[in-house]
């Protein structure tokens, strides 16, 4: 049974920095695509980045480009995103996700909140 847990959302001003977590089990994480999601209320859930199972590719959403760093730790079955200068409507539940490629994930954790502050 796939477990993915997130962690390391809070509450921060505009400018501020955040470092989620997502530790993976139930799954060969190693040989899997990982990925960030977010919603906002009432809003539809929106893809952040992804990851593939080596970390050779990655890919953003337009909106985080050059702000946003997702990395991976095989060893610990864990994913990351590094979410530098932070704006209000970055505001969001955070979820990690876990797939067969950077482009299809196929089941998501619970999520994190993330409350920027203007």
């Known amino acids: 049974q796939v477990q993915l847990v997130e962690s390391g959302g809070g509450l921060v001003q505009a400018g501020d920095s955040l470092r989620l977590s997502c530790a993976a089990s139930?799954?060969?994480?190693?040989?899997?695509?990982m990925g960030w999601f977010r919603q906002a209320p009432g809003k539809e859930r929106e893809f952040v980045a992804a990851?593939?199972?080596?970390?050779?590719?990655?890919r953003y959403e337009d909106s985080v480009k050059g702000r946003f760093t997702i990395s991976r730790n095989n060893a610990k079955d864990t994913v990351y995103l590094q979410m530098n200068s932070l704006k209000p409507e970055d505001t969001a539940v955070y979820s990690c996700?876990?797939?067969?490629?950077?482009?299809?994930?196929?089941?998501w954790g619970q999520g994190t909140q993330v409350t920027v502050s203007s």
């Open positions: 996700a876990v797939g067969s490629s950077i482009w299809n994930m196929n089941y």
């Open positions: 139930g799954v060969t994480f190693s040989t899997y695509a």
């Open positions: 990851i593939s199972w080596s970390g050779r590719m990655i």
